[in-house]
């Protein structure tokens, strides 16, 4: 195949290209340039901000690929856009939305597409955003464009930075490392699956050139099914050293850090368990193979050769929440006490 990816070199794409190449496609990627990441010698590489609309239309002028992946839509007028430069220029357009399209409480546990509905609240801008640009699709697959929706859910790899309840980078390990208490939502039971890009790049590669999946949408997600607490715990297998966790309700640290909890409060703190039947029953022997231990091992590795250094920031801040958890847990104590002394 003929494949063309806008983006191309954040943690899913460049697993996408990856994949692609050894299935033997040809790879052309398209993005601003910003990003110095290494990629295979033989993918073409465009430089174009799709921001400037005339001349990245100019770009692509007389060319047609098999297949074009939107790895960077983000609202309904990126998808505007990308459908009406390459609706005649290729055979089908994957657009990646996300897991946080969907409206919360979901439906379904495990969650399957064609039971839920789109989210609907604008204080979750990402979901609220991805939920429109969804809708404008749905519309547009009704005329005939050959679009396929993919929802990936939390999705890790070498070189992610999305890790964690405050999404800390390598300050989890340093902590663990310290003895320093990790700060955890609710009470860490919540039901997630963990995915990683080997899997995911796998899985929409699949996708591509089938007839059966235009007009249609998917999440991905892998079926391992682990809580929130084992996240914490395998970065402590890896550490050598058990972790100390604290707890707080997830409303109380989006009000306290509402930018980096935001995502607890509306999205997260629901079961993150996702029925895969539709990807299998056209994908009939796709499997998800990466373990959340075995997935973790290789973004560990690829936070130590790029030497990530602390947050001091963050770490101030994961400090004060843990002295707020343990307030809280020493006043509840209290109040017990007085109630007993009282019966």
């Given amino acids: 195949m003929n494949v063309l990816i806008i983006g ?71 998808a505007h856009r990308t459908l009406d430069l390459f609706r005649d220029k290729s055979e089908q357009i994957m657009i990646v939305s996300s897991v946080a399209a969907y409206r919360r409480p979901y439906r379904t546990i495990p969650t399957k597409e064609d039971a839920e509905r789109l989210w609907d609240n604008p204080e979750f801008p990402y979901g609220f955003e991805k939920a429109l640009m969804e809708r404008y699709l749905q519309g547009k697959i009704h005329d005939g464009a050959p679009v396929t929706v993919v929802r990936p859910s939390l999705t890790f790899g070498p070189g992610a930075r999305n890790v964690g309840v405050l999404r800390q980078n390598a300050n989890i390990l340093h902590r663990i490392k310290a003895g320093k208490p990790l700060i955890m939502f609710g009470d860490g039971t919540t039901p997630w699956s963990f995915s990683f890009v080997s899997d995911m790049a796998r899985a929409m590669v699949a996708l591509l050139g089938r007839k059966e999946a235009i007009g249609q949408a998917f999440h991905l997600a892998s079926q391992e099914r682990t809580q929130w607490n084992d996240l914490y715990l395998e970065f402590g297998r890896i550490a050598g050293q058990e972790p100390v966790l604290e707890f707080l309700p997830a409303r109380l640290l989006y009000q306290a850090a509402p930018e980096l909890c935001m995502h607890l409060f509306f999205e997260k703190s629901h079961p993150g368990l996702f029925d895969d039947a539709k990807l299998k029953s056209l994908v009939l022997d796709f499997q998800w193979e990466t373990s959340l231990r075995a997935g973790l091992e290789t973004v560990v590795h690829s936070w130590e050769e790029d030497q990530l250094s602390v947050d001091g920031k963050r770490d101030m801040l994961e400090d004060r929440l843990v002295e707020i958890a343990r307030d809280m847990t020493a006043s509840a104590f209290r109040a017990g006490d007085h109630h007993g002394g009282e019966g």
């Fill in 8 to 78: 191309g070199t954040g943690v899913i794409s460049r697993a996408v290209v990856h994949v692609l190449q050894r299935r033997g496609s040809a790879v052309t990627i398209v993005n601003r340039g910003q990003t110095q990441t290494p990629l295979p010698l033989d993918v073409e590489w465009l430089r174009q901000d799709r921001r400037d609309h005339e001349a990245f239309a100019q770009l692509f002028s007389g060319r047609y690929f098999d297949a074009v992946i939107d790895m960077v839509c983000f609202t309904e007028e990126e």
